[in-house]
């Protein structure tokens, strides 16, 4: 696949940066007329540069589409209501090709072409883990929106971030006990072979273990494979419940394979929807999935008691009540995840707010007032539900939703809490130096 590796610059309106500027810095009457915003500040201010590691193409390609609109969506909401500080916010959107090394010369790129503010938005684990050590080196605040333990695990620097979404840990510990009193007690894993799956792989079997269950099999596959097949026979005969978690282009090929291969008589499913993520439940060679499960961050499909701050997130952000593009049904989105960019841009809001963040000298302070944040209630702001921040690791913790497959949608039938998926830290990111 060749890399469209341009930069895009996004501002209030879809305005030039410098047009941008010449209208903030007219006179008050004309700044108050309709299709302006009005800032606090001077309005000679300068944006608020936020670059945006985006995975435009490689694996992650489907998460990065949706992580762009969901960003651009937020950006658009934040400005309209004022900007942060009295600036607007502007977004730099840089390609990573959903690569590591890549990430580190998008972030190298961030710092030292667009001055940006902060970086912001990675999802896959090993595209964090190769471009946090530029961030720490450079001293650049890094908020991700990824999912893995590997910032929680203390292993990152104090300018990595994830205080939006939850990570792998606590999930698998949410998840595990309806799993054991739900679908049975023998389990056999299938998981992408790199970080991200290696957090389910290490953290699910002692989840499950607690509950008096068992995995019986671990099946690691590479992700760049596009058959399955042949490790299909790797799943032991006395499998209750097979767990799977895959990610990239090649997912519907996964499932459908699995369907292939039990037909109706196979174990019981519970997947990850990374599983399906961006794919439509109803594709031909799916059927199979019907009376499974799935984890979901935020439900795919608008579901009947959802509240009206969720209605209005999904209005925003352009998915209809199937969670696909308003514009095109067969654009499937990735809503389990995508929301984690919506909730951290508002976290970054609120820490620059707090710390009364001027310019790249207060990056320290930035950091530090995200540390000092805890409870972050349900609404606008935070529409997946209410977030407990735990400053010493840099990780957010929140519910999760177990949904079950019924006539061609997912259903909602069980939410965690989060004090399912706590566990004691075992780093603290605030005794090290800046």
């Not at 994830?162 to 739900?182: E, Y």
């Not at 995200?370 to 519910?399: C, D, L, S, Y």
Request: glycine share 10%; proline share 6%; aromatic share 10%.
């Amino acid at each position: 696949m060749t890399e469209n590796r341009k930069s895009t610059i996004l501002t209030p309106h879809g305005l030039t940066r410098r047009n941008a500027l010449k209208g903030l810095g007219a006179a008050a009457g004309l700044i108050a007329a309709p299709g302006f915003v009005r800032y606090g500040q001077a309005q000679s201010s300068e944006p608020i540069k936020i670059g945006f590691q985006c995975h435009r193409t490689g694996i992650g390609a489907a998460y990065g589409r949706w992580y762009e609109r969901t960003t651009t969506a937020a950006a658009k909401l934040i400005n309209e209501a004022g900007g942060i500080n009295g600036r607007p916010l502007e977004i730099i959107i840089e390609d990573d090709g959903t690569d590591p090394k890549r990430g580190a010369e998008v972030v190298e790129k961030f710092a030292n072409q667009h001055k940006v503010d902060l970086v912001y938005g990675t999802l896959f684990s090993h595209v964090v883990v190769g471009s946090a050590p530029a961030a720490g080196e450079l001293k650049m605040p890094y908020y991700v929106v990824s999912e893995g333990y590997h910032v929680a695990s203390g292993k990152m620097n104090r300018y990595c971030v994830q205080p939006g979404i939850t990570d792998v840990k606590a999930q698998v510990r949410s998840v595990a006990p309806w799993i054991a009193n739900n679908l049975g007690k023998k389990i056999t894993l299938i998981y992408p072979d790199y970080a991200f799956g290696h957090d389910h792989r290490d953290f699910f079997e002692p989840a499950i273990q607690a509950q008096g269950g068992q995995v019986v099999a671990k099946v690691p596959i590479p992700p760049t494979e596009t058959s399955f097949t042949r490790y299909l026979p790797q799943i032991p005969s006395d499998t209750d419940v097979i767990y799977h978690v895959m990610v990239g282009p090649a997912v519907l090929t996964f499932v459908k394979e699995l369907g292939e291969f039990f037909g109706n008589s196979g174990p019981q499913l519970f997947g990850f929807i990374d599983s399906l993520e961006a794919v439509d439940i109803n594709s031909p060679g799916l059927e199979f999935l019907d009376g499974s499960h799935f984890w979901e961050g935020m439900p795919r499909y608008a579901q009947p008691d959802q509240p009206d701050y969720v209605s209005f997130y999904r209005e925003t952000v352009g998915i209809d009540e199937n969670g696909a593009s308003v514009d095109d049904p067969k654009d499937v989105s990735t809503a389990a995840h995508m929301f984690g960019c919506w909730e951290t841009l508002y976290v970054i809001k609120a820490a620059m707010e707090a710390s009364g963040y001027a310019g790249p000298g207060d990056r320290a302070k930035l950091i530090e007032a995200t540390e000092a944040m805890t409870e972050m209630e349900a609404g606008r702001e935070h529409p997946q539900g209410k977030k407990r921040f735990n400053g010493k690791i840099h990780q957010v913790f929140g519910e999760q939703n177990i949904s079950r497959v019924e006539g061609g949608r997912l259903n909602v039938v069980h939410r965690t809490s989060i004090e399912d998926g706590l566990y004691e830290p075992e780093a603290d990111y605030t005794t090290m130096s800046f």
